[in-house]
Each structure stands twice: as structure tokens, then as C-alpha cells.
Nanobody
Framework: QVQLVESGGGLVQAGGSLELSCVAS????????MGWFRQAPGKEREFVGT???????VIADALKGRFTISRDGAKDTVYLQMTNLKPEDTGVYYC????????????WGQGTQVTVSS
């Protein structure tokens, strides 16, 4: 079993920056990749970015230039650095992980709220 715990969310003003963290514990050696998703009120969950062993780091096209994803393998931690935040970035941000051999995000964190005021 793998557990994912997000942290770093909060309330920020438009134009500000925020860094989210996701710490994985348990059978982390089974994880192929870890990624970030977000869900705004009234909208479906959307892909933010991913990184992992043997794959390129990917950020959604609409977020390139403002969002950056990185991974600290020694600590089983992924980060999402967000800059120039906009009100439309408001939502719950989720950490997720892909298990080797599945190709799907089978593990999810509880989410952390990000609110950007205008």
C-alpha cells in the first residue's frame, strides 16, 4: 500500500507564488511516476503535471511557464512550484501515483486547497 500526503495549500493573492509538496510512504519502490491534478469548483478534475522514473517531466501546456514540477527521489517527495497565480488556479490540488505495470493513477492523496484571490 502507498499513502500520499499533500501539503502547502493556502490563500494567496493573484500574482503570488506557492509550493505544494507530496510525500509518498509505504511501498514507494512500486511507483513509476507521481503527478498532480486539480479540480476547480464546478469543473472536472484536470491534469497538471507528472514526473517519474524513466519518463520526462511533463506540465500541462496551459500551465507551462508558471508551474514547475520536480521530484526528490531520496525523500519520495514531489513538488509543484506555482508562480504568477491567477484566480482561475483556485481549486483542490491532488497528488497521485502510478504503480509499475498499471499505467494508471491508482493512488491518490486527500488534496490540498489552493485559493487565489483577485
Amino acid at each position: 500500500q502507498v499513502q500520499l500526503v499533500e501539503s502547502g495549500g493556502g490563500l494567496v493573492q493573484a500574482g503570488g507564488s506557492l509550493e505544494l509538496s507530496c510525500v509518498a510512504s509505504g511501498r514507494t519502490f512500486d511507483l513509476h511516476a507521481m503527478g498532480w491534478f486539480r479540480q476547480a469548483p464546478g469543473k472536472e478534475r484536470e491534469f497538471v503535471g507528472t514526473t517519474g522514473s524513466g519518463i520526462s517531466t511533463v506540465i500541462a501546456d496551459a500551465l507551462k511557464g508558471r508551474f514547475t514540477i520536480s521530484r526528490d527521489g531520496a525523500k519520495d517527495t514531489v513538488y509543484l512550484q506555482m508562480t504568477n497565480l491567477k484566480p482561475e488556479d483556485t481549486g483542490v490540488y491532488y497528488c497521485a501515483a502510478i504503480q509499475y505495470g498499471t499505467g494508471t493513477y491508482g493512488y491518490w492523496g486527500q488534496g490540498t486547497q489552493v485559493t487565489v484571490s483577485s
